[in-house]
């Protein structure tokens, strides 16, 4: 089955710095790609996402890139806030769409934003 | 997105007791619903798919008969850890999965005495 590892598992960065999280998935099916921000005791939050026939996204201050031959794809954070100090977790799934798809998730990274 | 309800948001019970968790998905017919379990400073890991009308299919190394699941409706969908051990004291997530995207319900702390 599928197996997501996630690097670093903490990161500390100063306000204004840029942070990156990277993730290695092992199934070449897996298609879709999300990333989820998690503050602690409450759900995940899905703050971007990316499919396999896109090699970059980005929203604002967020980016994902996705490295298919490689089979990585990272979040690249800029500008970063004290808010955005939280877990992030990467997930990757696969199949043709639709409800059925589920979600294999990485180990999570906590993310330390100094003021 | 989805909008997503679980109930109770907590619960602590003594062990050997059976605890239900409800999933509502209020906005969106969910065939299908999935479960996951969340230990502290741990990632999510999947439990089970629910199937609206048909049996849950377990992940491997996931007891069917201790984690039983109901997917009765297309908007509800039941966990039940049946005779509960400390061991199992963790955060209990549900989502649905409109498209690919999934949207998670707001878990349920289970602390089993």
């Known amino acids: 089955g599928e197996n997501v590892e996630q690097h670093p598992s903490t990161l500390s960065v100063q306000e204004g710095d840029s942070a990156v999280i990277k993730c290695t998935y092992s199934?070449?099916?897996?298609?879709?790609f999300p990333w989820y921000k998690q503050e602690l005791g409450k759900r995940p939050q899905l703050i971007i996402d990316i499919r396999s026939n896109v090699g970059e996204k980005k929203d604002q201050r967020i980016a994902v890139t996705l490295n298919k031959t490689a089979k990585h794809f990272s979040l690249h954070i800029t500008e970063t806030q004290p808010e955005d100090s939280a877990v992030y977790f990467c997930a990757a799934s696969w199949g043709s769409g639709g409800a059925t798809n589920k979600l294999i998730f990485g180990t999570g990274t906590l993310l330390a934003v100094q003021p | 997105g989805a909008v997503v309800s679980q109930h109770p948001s907590r619960v602590i019970c003594k062990s050997g007791t059976s605890v239900k968790i409800e999933c509502r998905s209020l906005?969106?017919?969910?065939?299908?619903m999935f479960w996951y379990r969340q230990f502290p400073k741990q990632s999510l890991m999947l439990m089970a798919t629910s199937n609206e009308g048909s049996k849950a299919t377990y992940e491997q190394g996931v007891e069917k008969d201790k984690f039983l699941i109901n997917h009765a409706s297309l908007t509800l969908s039941t966990l039940t850890v049946t005779s509960a051990h400390p061991e199992d004291s963790s955060f209990y997530i549900c989502?649905?999965?409109?498209?690919?995207?999934?949207?998670f319900g707001p878990g349920t702390r289970l602390t089993v005495l």
């Open positions: 989502s649905v999965s409109p498209y690919n995207e999934q949207f």
């Open positions: 199934d070449s099916a897996s298609n879709y």
């Open positions: 906005d969106f017919q969910a065939t299908t």
